[in-house]
Every structure is written in structure tokens, then in C-alpha cells.
């Protein structure tokens, strides 16, 4: 999915019952937004809403994927607020471009050293015999 104004529009929304999204996409933001908010904790007259959410979730993604999504979300939770609270303003445009300018992946060599990962190896932790 490209990140457009469009999509930003709908996040904002009602993206619940939007058509700009997918089931499983909506289930994923539900889970981000319960994190986000904490609405896993719950508050007077607001029942926590994790369980549902997680319900949801379990419909489109195992569980792997699901704590994916979970520290991902979580992750731009603490950046969110580590530099919120310590004032740190983003980057102006001229210094993001900087970026895009000093990287270049080749796919495949992304994807044969994505294979060659050491959780891709079904003995990770034992030491191998050498032949």
C-alpha cells in the first residue's frame, strides 16, 4: 500500500467502514490503534477493547505476524514519544532527500540474504559438525 494523502484521509476517518481498506488491514490498524490509545487497560465506562481486537487480528494473521505488527506498532509508539518528549524536530525536506539519494538495494541480493538468516536454519543454536 502506498502511504498517500488519500490513505492519511481515511486513517483519520472512519476507516472501519471505509472501502479504502482491506479486512485484514483494518484489523491490523484496529490493533495499532489499541496499542496506541491503551485501550487495553480500559477506563471508567470504556471496557478494555484488546480482546476483540486481538479476536479480529487472529481471523487474517498467525502469530508471528501478529507480533510483527504488535512491535512495529509498539516501536512507533516509544519513537513517538521519546521524541516528542525531547522536543526532537523531524528532519526538513532537504535533509530526508539526502537519504534516498546514498541507498540502493538490489531486490535479489535482499531476498538471498533474507534466506541465508540464521531463523531459516532449523538448528540455529547447535554448533555444526564440519564435513
Known amino acids: 500500500m502506498d502511504f498517500t494523502e488519500e490513505t492519511f484521509d481515511a486513517i483519520k476517518g472512519d476507516y472501519q467502514n471505509s472501502d479504502f481498506f482491506t479486512d485484514e488491514e483494518k484489523a491490523a490498524i484496529k490493533w495499532a490503534e489499541v496499542m496506541t490509545e491503551k485501550q487495553y487497560q480500559g477506563s471508567p465506562g470504556n471496557p478494555p477493547q484488546h480482546t476483540a481486537a486481538m479476536a479480529e487480528l487472529k481471523k487474517y494473521y498467525n ?5 510483527e505488527i504488535s512491535m512495529v506498532s509498539g516501536f512507533f509508539n516509544f519513537w513517538n514519544r521519546f521524541t516528542d518528549s ?11 532527500t539526502l537519504f534516498k539519494k546514498s541507498t540502493a538495494i538490489n531486490p535479489e541480493d535482499y531476498v538471498n540474504y533474507m534466506r541465508d538468516c540464521w531463523w531459516n536454519d532449523p538448528q540455529p543454536f547447535e554448533t555444526k559438525k564440519s564435513a
Open 63 to 67: 502469530e508471528a505476524q501478529i507480533v
Open 86 to 96: 525531547l522536543e526532537v524536530d523531524i528532519e526538513d525536506d532537504p535533509v530526508m
